[in-house]
């Protein structure tokens, strides 16, 4: 196996991901809420760093640089993901209030009052229109970017994974 393919295979799995998102988003009318757009973002930076890596196939430095940002990339993800499910199992009452869309809030809003709105995540994220096998789509999420994390780390510390 091309060592440079253990860098690669995650970031083609957060573009899969990605792709997804989109695909439920454009053809399945499921429209993104606050924290589902963060979590694309950290999806993004995972794969981004891990694209780089495969890319440049870094040494021992290299190595522990890329696995460590993507580790915390992942766990980022997966602290908003959290969040998120949080939201969901909220009592009805206990949900927060719908707010603006993002477009809306940066238009209107400061930014350090859209990130704090962006970030906390408002009563759209707490509703649960699709799921599989059970699970919504932030449940999902918050396992994929365990996994992430958690291949991040594997990468990071097994001797036998590839460094120049």
């Known amino acids: 196996m091309n060592p440079r393919l253990l860098y690669a295979l995650p970031a083609l799995a957060c573009a899969g991901l990605l792709g997804f998102g989109y695909y439920l988003q454009y053809f399945d009318s499921q429209d993104p809420c606050p924290l589902c757009l963060v979590q694309r973002g950290f999806y993004y930076g995972v794969a981004l760093v891990f694209a780089l890596a495969a890319l440049h196939f870094p040494g021992k430095t290299g190595k522990a640089t890329y696995c460590s940002l993507a580790a915390l990339l992942a766990l980022g993800g997966f602290g908003i993901a959290g969040r998120q499910v949080w939201l ?77």
């Open 88 to 164: 969901q199992h909220l009592p009805a009452d206990q949900v927060p209030a719908c707010g603006p869309d993002l477009f809306f809030m940066m238009e209107n809003f400061p930014l350090s009052r859209t990130l704090e709105k962006l970030f906390k995540g408002s009563g759209q994220c707490a509703e649960v229109t699709w799921r599989f096998l059970g699970l919504s789509i932030a449940e999902w999420s918050l396992a994929c970017f365990a996994g992430l994390a958690a291949y991040a780390v594997w990468l990071l510390f097994n001797p036998r994974s590839p460094s120049r």
